[in-house]
């Protein structure tokens, strides 16, 4: 028997590389960002990035980034996504998630992953949710890897529609995501 353990939703792209300007845009290693310290100019960090994609999975525009510090590991990109699966389009290649940040701050959102017909045969559409792990490859988000995630949807953003505020939570409330339930689309 196989227990899920309850994980935040979550998109996150790992950069690690030279951090560069050019032609007015901060780079690392090859990923365009929204306005990078400029101590930070001309050495090797790591990124936090969340992505924003295309429809086709490629990044879109700047790409707004969380943490960033002084490089320890070796220059790549690494995803870990963990998400409600909207699609899985075996024709086109492309999973469709959506992600409820556990954060007030920042709203729900969708990202589009490539993967090989092999990964997408792995997803069950039975899936509530899904953890990935992939990496960057030109300008498209490529999975690697996938598997059934118990993700719950937080309850502020549970029935939310674009355009509308989250629903308020009680300050010090406690949340029911601890009992397991099933979530369809």
Same mark, same amino acid.
């Given at each position: 028997?196989?227990?899920?353990?309850?994980?935040?939703?979550?998109?996150?792209?790992?950069?690690?590389?030279?951090?560069?300007?050019?032609?007015?845009?901060?780079?690392?290693?090859?990923?365009?960002?929204?306005?990078?310290?400029?101590?930070?100019?001309?050495?090797?960090?790591?990124?936090?990035?969340?992505?924003?994609?295309?429809?086709?999975?490629?990044?879109?525009?700047?790409?707004?980034?969380?943490?960033?510090?002084?490089?320890?590991?070796?220059?790549?990109? %690494?995803? /870990? =996504? $963990?998400?409600?699966?909207?699609?899985?389009?075996? #024709?086109?290649? +492309?999973?469709?998630?959506? @992600?409820?940040?556990?954060?007030?701050?920042?709203?729900?959102?969708?990202?589009?992953?490539?993967? %090989?017909? /092999? =990964? $997408?045969?792995?997803?069950?559409?039975?899936?509530? #949710?899904?953890? +990935?792990?992939?990496?960057? @490859?030109?300008?498209?988000?490529?999975?690697?890897?996938?598997?059934?995630?118990?993700?719950?949807?937080?309850?502020?953003?549970?029935?939310?529609?674009?355009?509308?505020?989250?629903?308020?939570?009680?300050?010090?409330?406690?949340?029911?995501?601890?009992?397991?339930?099933?979530?369809?689309?």
């Amino acid at each position: 028997m196989t227990v899920l353990v309850s994980q935040a939703h979550k998109a996150v792209l790992l950069v690690t590389g030279w951090a560069t300007r050019q032609d007015g845009r901060d780079l690392v290693a090859g990923v365009c960002l929204r306005s990078l310290p400029e101590k930070f100019q001309g050495t090797r960090v790591t990124v936090r990035v969340f992505p924003s994609t295309s429809i086709r999975g490629s990044l879109s525009g700047s790409q707004p980034f969380g943490h960033v510090r002084s490089a320890r590991e070796p220059n790549g990109q %690494t995803l /870990e =996504v $963990i998400a409600r699966l909207i699609r899985a389009d075996v #024709a086109d290649n +492309l999973l469709l998630l959506q @992600i409820f940040p556990s954060q007030n701050t920042t709203l729900p959102f969708k990202i589009s992953v490539r993967a %090989t017909t /092999e =990964v $997408i045969r792995q997803v069950d559409p039975g899936w509530s #949710a899904l953890r +990935l792990t992939g990496s960057l @490859i030109s300008d498209l988000l490529v999975a690697d890897r996938v598997e059934q995630a118990y993700a719950p949807i937080p309850e502020r953003w549970e029935g939310w529609v674009r355009g509308r505020p989250p629903r308020p939570q009680p300050m010090g409330s406690a949340s029911e995501d601890s009992a397991p339930r099933l979530v369809t689309s």
